[in-house]
T-cell receptor, first 114, second 111 residues
Framework: ETGVTQSPTHLIKTRGQQVTLRCSSQSGHNTVSWYQQALGQGPQFIFQYYREEENGRGNFPPRFSGLQFPNYSSELNVNALELDDSALYLC?????????????FGPGTRLTVL | KQEVTQIPAALSVPEGENLVLNCSFTDSAIYNLQWFRQDPGKGLTSLLLIQSSQREQTSGRLNASLDKSSGRSTLYIAASQPGDSATYLCGLNSGYSTLTFGKGTMLLVSP
């Protein structure tokens, strides 16, 4: 157990809908990163939040957005869902946004878009 | 842009065998490399982290090595067990603690 929790565990949506995924970071960690993992692929970096500010973004469109709260928990929002958004969404927390910091992953949220 | 390749994509071995999983990368400007284990439909469990200044790390039956100059890392698993069956991912940290991953190696250890 890493101490990183995610909710919900599973989610089914239809194309065009919007979804919000949640992540609670490990105690004391101020950095949260989000990843998308399609079936049979490695995780792809979506974005990172450090002390409530976006601190880097991968190659994902603006309809993927996020938020980090004062307690360092985080949300991932996806608008106008597409079939290809079906994936396992992972969040990871780290103590700081530094080169040497280990990332601790949560169990993920499985999103299915019909 | 960092690209990570893991070979083989899948591996099936009998219990008790020693095995090596490979991870190669294109950009040697990394801060650290982590090996993870992922069970089907689950999150990632960190196994070993090697800082860029280190050559290897060991934890129990696992040993990971890093050769930045050749852009390679290996994960050695000694005396494999059925419980080792999972997908193994390597992730490279090239800055800001964000990771670039390979597609993973799916390992099956049969009794």
């Amino acid at each position: 157990e890493t101490g990183v929790t995610q909710s919900p565990t599973h989610l089914i949506k239809t194309r065009g809908q919007q979804v919000t995924l949640r992540c609670s970071s490990q105690s004391g960690h101020n950095t949260v990163s989000w990843y998308q993992q399609a079936l049979g692929q490695g995780p792809q970096f979506i974005f990172q939040y450090y002390r409530e500010e976006e601190n880097g973004r991968g190659n994902f469109p603006p309809r993927f957005s996020g938020l980090q709260f004062p307690n360092y928990s985080s949300e991932l929002n996806v608008n106008a869902l597409e079939l290809d958004d079906s994936a396992l969404y992972l969040c990871a927390s780290s103590l700081e946004s530094g080169e040497l910091d280990t990332q601790y992953f949560g169990p993920g949220t499985r999103l299915t878009v019909l | 842009k960092q690209e990570v390749t893991q070979i083989p994509a899948a591996l099936s071995v009998p219990e008790g065998e020693n095995l090596v999983l490979n991870c190669s990368f294109t950009d040697s400007a990394i801060y650290n490399l982590q090996w993870f284990r992922q069970d089907p439909g689950k999150g990632l469990t960190s196994l070993l982290l090697i800082q860029s200044s280190q050559r290897e790390q060991t934890s129990g039956r696992l040993n990971a090595s890093l050769d930045k100059s050749s852009g390679r890392s290996t994960l050695y698993i000694a005396a494999s067990q059925p419980g080792d069956s999972a997908t193994y991912l390597c992730g490279l940290n090239s800055g800001y603690s964000t990771l670039t991953f390979g597609k993973g190696t799916m390992l099956l250890v049969s009794p």
